[in-house]
Structure formats: C-alpha cells, structure tokens
C-alpha cells in the first residue's frame, strides 16, 4: 500500500491558481493516482484520476512525472467554494481480492481560499 | 440518479448501547465501504465488500465493529457496546466494477452518520 504525503495546509487568494503536491515514493505499477475534495459535514468527492503525464476535466488538472513518485493536483483561478480538504490517494484495484484491498485517505491537504 | 445513502442522518446514544448505521449505494455498484472520520482527523477505512467476495475486515477497530451486506447492495455496520471514543462520522460509499469505471475504483460518498456516544 503506498503511502501518500501532503502538505497539511495551504491557504490562497481568490482567483489564483493553487498547485497541490502529494508524495508516492513508493507507487506501484499499477497504482493509480486520485484525488478527492471534502467539504465540512459531507463525505468526499472525486475529483480527478490519472495513472502518467498530464489528465484534465472540467475542475481540476492532474500533473504526474514521469518516476509517478509524486503528483500535482491543479485548480485554476479558485474561489470561495474550493475552500475545501483535498485528499491524494494511491492504490490498485485492478488486481487487489477481499482481503488485500485498503484504502488510506490520510489527513488530506486543508485549502482555504482568502476573499 | 440516486446517489448513495445513509441512515439515520445523526444518532446519540448512551455508552454501552449498540447502535446500526445503515448504507444504500448506488444501484448496481458491487464494492461498498464503510469509514470513520472523527473530527479533524482524516478518513480512516473500516471494512470493504466485493461482490460475493468475503468482506475485507482488517480496518475494524475491534470486535465490537462487524458490518454486513446483504443481497449484494444494503449495508449495515453494527457497532456494540458503543464507546465514548466510537463518537465519529462513519462514512459508506460505493463503486462499480473497475473494469467498466475505467482505471481504479472512484467511490461515490454518501453524507454520513454523525454518531455520537455520550
């Protein structure tokens, strides 16, 4: 199981980007790399997934080198609503049975978006 | 569509009762989770079911914590002889079968169970 790495805060101003680091020295290869948002009294959200290189939707964008042993999760220009707690995880599936399959969502990165 | 459900909404109860939290996922996903996030803290996972695969208890804090599912959807999670220290919010979510998600398993949160152990 990889064991993730987050800053455990982070504060920005309102229309800024915010770049949000996660250490995985220890990915495997068929680790996946997926972030949730956690806003106070709901239970998290998925954000964005990705395995390499570069993966973007409509919220966020997720940067990923080419060693994986770490990757950046991207908000352009956030406002008040992205105050939020952002979680990194990393973990495999794919080939995981009952038993061998647990996921460790950490304490997450707290964001707060300064008006 | 419904997303996944979870009931009651708050539950106070006197230490040394046992209390049931239930969980609805979404139609049609076959891996449930159940977790616990005390306050501040992050999410700290419980137990896991795949399909009709055994259940992945290695997350249960103690055997006062035990969770079923039956007929492959409903979820409850039993805690016994509840403790002050059992005062969290236990969180379920589920997921669909990876191979049609695509890469790993996302998981769709329900809102929660405030429990609270006086």
Known sequence: LAKTTQPISMDSYEGQEVNITCSHNNIATNDYITWYQQFPSQGPRFIIQGYKTKVTNEVASLFIPADRKSSTLSLPRVSLSDTAVYYCLVGDIENSGAGSYQLTFGKGTKLSVIP | ?118
Request: hydrophobic letters at 30%; one cysteine or more; a neutral charge.
């Open chain 2, 1 to 118: 569509g419904a997303g996944v459900s979870q009931s009651p909404s708050n539950k106070v109860t006197e230490k040394g009762k046992d209390v049931e939290l239930r969980c609805d996922p979404i139609s049609g996903h076959t891996a449930l989770y159940w977790y616990r996030q005390s306050l501040g803290q992050g999410l700290e996972f419980l137990i896991y079911f795949q399909g009709n695969s055994a259940p992945d208890k290695s997350g249960l804090p103690s055997d006062r914590f035990s969770a079923e599912r039956t007929g492959g959807s409903v979820s409850t999670l039993t805690i016994q002889r509840t403790q002050q220290e059992d005062s969290a919010v236990y969180l379920c979510a589920s997921s669909s079968p990876w191979q049609l998600a695509g890469g790993a398993d996302t998981q769709y949160f329900g809102p929660g169970t405030r429990l609270t152990v006086l």
